[in-house]
């Protein structure tokens, strides 16, 4: 965690869930780790994680079976795909076409730029 970042510390351990649910850390259907192991782990308070998973019920990532603990939904990566598709055009978006207007750049800079680094991908595959 970034204890120096603006970005809440449940925000951050969303980020984190969402990155070991990419990544194939977390399996669709498998309990994850109890609120207690999680704040263990990542020395954070209960409270903080439990917010954290929360916001992962809430966005159906996550389920919980009574005296069980917590699971992956089936669904899980199309969700997190989803949200992070959310976040982007809610806030990342955002924010980088204001600084594009502040700096002046124009969408065939942009493009330029993109697909210098698009060459430059396709040239370091080969």
Not at 32 to 49: F, K, Q
């Amino acid at each position: 965690m970034d204890f120096k970042t603006t970005k809440p510390i449940y925000q951050q351990i969303a980020d984190l869930a969402f990155q070991r649910i990419l990544s194939g850390a977390w399996k669709a259907e498998e309990r994850v780790p109890s609120v207690r192991e999680l704040a263990v782990e990542l020395a954070v308070n209960t409270h903080t994680v439990l917010k954290a998973y929360e916001y992962l019920q809430a966005e159906e990532i996550i389920y919980s079976r009574r005296g069980m603990g917590f699971f992956l939904a089936s669904d899980a990566k199309k969700r997190v795909d989803h949200a992070r598709k959310e976040e982007f055009f809610s806030t990342t978006l955002v924010d980088l076409f204001e600084q594009m207007r502040m700096l002046g750049i124009t969408w065939e800079e942009v493009e330029a730029h993109y697909r210098g680094s698009s060459e430059e991908a396709k040239s370091a595959e080969s």
